[in-house]
């Protein structure tokens, strides 16, 4: 997958663990590990909204786009998934 997370790299730079970020934007640590470690598919904006706020940062310091050849997966926000008013096809 082209997207990493790179959110442990984050942490460390504000001296918080995992299990603190965890209670701050209540979720699982089970799932903020799945996070972590880029095992998930996709995340919530509202998700996203919150960890930055609690590491006062910008979604792009959390996600980098690693075009290394990368499969990206069809129907999930491409070029041909954006509809915008006016667009017929």
Known sequence: MP???????????????????????????ANLSLLRTGKVKGVRFETLALICKALDCQPADLLIFDDDGGDVVPGMGGQDDVETSGDTK
């Open 3 to 29: 997207i990493r997370v790179t959110l442990d790299r984050m942490l460390a730079a504000r001296g918080m663990r995992a299990r603190e970020l965890a209670r701050l934007i209540d979720i699982t640590e």
